[in-house]
């Protein structure tokens, strides 16, 4: 693992102020290309170089802290088959719950059965919400006119108990009888996430994400209107008239919701994604959601095309984009050839407008 890494730009073109004027809708001559700073902790490749070249970075910082009074969390690390174990328990006064990871992928979720979500409840309830802009400066600082930096809100609850808590199969037999257990845990976390962003209101920052992981398919339009769309309203109705901008990663197939997402006072799309991965074609979108920024995630087959046609795919994504709102971003995975693919694309968007 990687430090995040700092680069070098001039003051007269850094890439936080190309971001900066492109979100505030003003043309674009030269899109950005930026990594998220994931990818830079964690895979072992040449950044330096890269950065040098054009390419920015997203950093994304916890900018809330947590004190839950009736939670302990114990962990515990061993090795199987050469790959590191996490073992993670969840403790409260009424039980506790238990989930595991291989590397970096969890193996088992912390919801098995309906109990599992009262203790839940119980692990959340008293909790004491406060900002923190520690993290935030730091990230900042690293990032200098190389990118900008996000606060990150998680996600909203009905996501977090599907990605992260129970499971998308678990989860979504329980969400189909609206199981009560579940139906109250939602009630609880949907008004903490409503504190957070009163708290985050306050704070001297311009862009906010939640890490929605959306492909409708996974939840479809019905419960996404009746569960997701009014938590967002509430959202969105806290911040208004703050000069927030609010991002939400979409990274799927969205064309059942697309008129819903129109609706939606969202400042941006985050990872949105062309066919295959996705369904949305950029040209549609910026019909659609004229006002949106487009945080544009090319797909990842696109990396195994020829240079020419490569570098051909990525002056067609701006084009249809429009003449600003939007930027290019390695946002779901590196490509793995991309000591060629990389420059390429930073060759092409250095002269997609010229």
Known sequence: MGAILPAESSTEDCIRKRLHDAS??????????AVYDWFVEHRSIDWP???????????????????????????????ASGVERRDVWWITDIGKLHEYYI????????????????ILQRALTGAVITASMEQFLRKDSVAGGNGI??????????????IDYAGLEHFSMDLAVEQPELM?????????????????KKLPIEHIK??????????????????LVPI??????????SGKKLQVHYDGKLQDISADIARLRFDGIDSLTPAPEGDMPIAEARRLWPGKFLWLHPSLSYYHKEKSELQHTFREMVRQAGPSRYCMMISEDVPPNWEQTVPWILEALNSANG
């Not at 967002?232 to 008239?241: A, F, N, P, R, T």
């Open 149 to 162: 930096t996000i606060a990150q809100l998680d996600r909203t609850p009905l996501q977090q108990i599907q």
């Open 24 to 33: 505030e809708g003003q043309p674009i001559t030269a899109p950005v290309f």
């Open 210 to 227: 939640l890490w929605e992981n959306l492909s409708i398919e996974t939840i479809g339009p019905l419960r996404y209107r009746q569960h």
């Open 184 to 200: 109250e845990l939602l009630e609880l976390m949907n008004e903490q996430k409503l504190e957070e962003f009163r708290v985050v």
């Open 49 to 79: 170089s890269l950065f040098a070249l054009g390419l920015g970075q997203i950093m994304h910082a916890d900018v809330i802290k947590y004190e839950r009074p009736h939670l302990r969390i114990e962990e515990k690390r061993s090795m």
């Open 232 to 241: 967002y309203e509430k959202i969105l109705d806290v911040l208004e008239g």
């Open 103 to 118: 590397g970096e992928w969890r193996q088992e979720h912390l919801i098995k059965e309906p109990r599992d979500y009262a």
